[in-house]
């Protein structure tokens, strides 16, 4: 475990990411800006999403596979359940809502930093991760909302009605949902021949642009800590704060434990066995805050995505990817 953990610090887009925190901690001035942070983004959402796809059409879709994408599906309902329960009786009922949703959904950029590091490792994974990654964004805010509509306060009067239709249009179709999907139809559709064309852009770069996009993660993450002496209404709460503290570093251990039998009971491979258990253990800080804004606005941000983006997101890519391999290649 010991070499596979100091391989991991020792890699660019780590490296990268720690040189954002440092920035924002030496107070300098470094800022990557927002188009070109948006850019970086959409280019690994493609990137990932075309290798993806080139990797499913050269695949057989055979029980292993639908097994794994309704698995995934169902791990992303059952996790907003358990953590819904842990976390009501000591968060407010919308705030619980709001953080049982971001666990149950996927961070898109951990799983890339994971796809990249078994890259780097010479580990081969198969393209219907991709899918399972992207059918996990959905049903955990969908399951979000059904556990705040029935243990939550009602409505006022004066509350925006609520739309259940604009609530699945933000689920399914946000932008980086759709991208990662529609990258992976053209992969699987064009195939090697396509791969071929693009893998100057889509293999050459991938590294390069990792490493600036998780440099830029590295300046927001830094900046959220600061949020955790604010977390509620501007007010130091030192309660308040411990508690986000100790969720966003036990339920991702949780979730990963899960990952880490339902990976063994599938059969995965090593590498498809890493991904899984990295989806259960992200956190969404893309999609779920998007849908939690419009669907619970009483839901404080500064709880759920302090949270998910500067506590859990750094101990995924510091600690988790490579105990959760090393886990993996003790397990199978």
């Known amino acids: ?3 596979v953990f100091l391989s991991n610090l020792s890699s660019p887009p780590l490296l990268f990411f720690f040189l954002g925190g440092a920035a924002v901690l030496a107070r300098s001035d470094l800022e990557i800006p927002g188009q070109v942070a948006k850019f970086l983004s959409l280019y ?7 290798k993806g796809g080139v990797a499913l059409s050269e695949s057989d879709i055979d029980a292993t596979v639908l097994f794994t994408l309704v698995s995934a599906m169902a791990l ?24 049982a949703a971001t666990y149950g959904s996927v961070s898109a950029v951990t799983f890339v930093t994971a796809a990249g590091y078994l890259d780097m490792q010479g580990i081969a ?16 805010i969908i399951v979000g909302i059904l556990l705040y509509n029935h243990f939550g306060n009602k409505q006022s009067e004066a509350a925006a009605p609520f739309s259940w239709k604009h609530l699945l249009r933000e689920a399914v179709f946000n932008g980086s949902v759709f991208l990662i999907m ?10 090697t021949e396509g791969m071929r064309q693009v893998a100057p852009l889509v293999k050459d770069l991938f590294l390069g642009v990792l490493c600036l ?3 830029d993660m590295g300046i927001v993450a830094a900046r959220r800590l600061r949020d955790l002496q604010q977390a509620r209404d501007g007010r130091s709460n030192g309660k308040v704060m411990r508690l986000m503290l100790l969720a966003g570093l036990l339920l991702p251990v949780l979730n990963a434990s899960l990952g880490l039998g339902l990976g063994w009971l599938l059969g995965l491979t090593e590498g498809n066995a890493l991904l899984f258990i990295v989806l ?6 893309i999609a779920v805050p998007a849908a939690m804004r419009l669907a619970l606005p009483e839901a404080n941000p500064a709880s759920y995505l302090t949270m998910s983006l500067a506590i859990t997101f ?3 890519l510091l600690i988790g990817i490579p105990t959760y391999h090393a886990l993996v290649k003790w397990l199978l």
């Open 1 to 3: 475990m010991m070499s």
């Open 44 to 50: 690994l959402l493609f990137a990932i999403g075309f």
């Open 76 to 99: 992303s309902a059952l996790i907003p359940v358990y953590s819904f329960v842990l976390l009501r009786r000591r968060f407010p009922i919308a705030d619980a809502a709001a953080i």
């Open 125 to 140: 994974w198969s393209g219907y991760m991709v899918a399972a990654m992207a059918l996990m964004e959905s049903p955990a």
């Open 182 to 191: 529609g990258s992976m139809v053209a992969g699987w559709v064009s195939g």
């Open 213 to 215: 996009f998780l440099l």
């Open 280 to 285: 259960a253990a992200s956190a969404s800080y």
């Open 314 to 316: 750094p101990l995924n």
